[in-house]
C-alpha cells in the first residue's frame, strides 16, 4: 500500500510550493524528495554489514592472535639460532660473530615491528568499516620471511671446515 503523503510529495508540490519536488522545502536543503537524505562522499561507500561485517570482525581478531603467537615464537626461534655459534670452537670452522650477533639482537625486533605494524593497520581499517582480514595474513607471512632469512643469515655466517 502506497502513502499518500509520501506520492504527493514524489509529484510534486499541489499547493503551489517552490517546485522542487520536496514538499515546500528550499533547493539549497540537505534533504532530496524521498524525505532521504543524498548520499555523498564517504556515506555514499557501502560498508560492510550483517554477517559479512561481524565475519570480517571476527576473522580480523582471530589472525591477529595467530600473529601475536607466531610473532612470538619466531622471536624465540630467532634467538635460538644463537645456539649454532657453539660450533665455532670446532676445528676448521669459522663464523662471522658480528652478523650473528646482530641478527640475533634484530631479528626478534623486526618480527615485532611486523606485529604491530599490522595490528595498527588492521584496527584501522576495522573502525572505518573496511575490509581488515588480509593485513593480518600479510603480517603472518612478513613474520615467517623475517625468519627464515634470520635463518639463512645465520647460516652465512657459520663456515663449517672438515
Do not use: K, Y
Request: charged residues 15%; aromatic residues 4%; contains cysteine.
Amino acid at each position: 500500500m502506497i502513502d499518500v503523503r509520501t506520492a504527493a510529495r514524489a509529484r510534486g508540490p499541489v499547493d503551489g510550493g517552490t517546485g522542487d519536488g520536496a514538499g515546500g522545502r528550499s533547493a539549497g536543503s540537505s534533504v532530496s524528495a524521498s524525505g532521504v537524505p543524498p548520499r555523498t562522499g564517504r556515506e555514499a561507500r557501502h560498508p560492510l554489514t550483517g554477517g559479512r561485517r561481524v565475519a570480517d570482525v571476527v576473522a580480523t581478531v582471530v589472525l591477529l592472535v595467530v600473529l601475536a603467537l607466531e610473532a612470538l615464537a619466531a622471536g624465540w626461534a630467532i634467538r635460538l639460532l644463537s645456539l649454532q655459534f657453539s660450533s665455532c670452537a670446532a676445528p676448521g670452522n669459522s663464523c662471522n660473530a658480528a652478523l650473528g650477533g646482530a641478527v640475533v639482537s634484530v631479528g626478534p625486533v623486526l618480527g615485532g615491528v611486523v606485529l604491530v605494524l599490522a595490528l595498527v593497520v588492521a584496527l584501522s581499517r576495522m573502525v572505518r568499516r573496511r575490509l581488515a582480514w588480509p593485513i593480518p595474513v600479510v603480517g603472518i607471512t612478513a613474520v615467517v620471511v623475517v625468519f627464515f632469512a634470520c635463518r639463512l643469515l645465520v647460516d652465512a655466517a657459520i663456515t663449517r671446515g672438515i
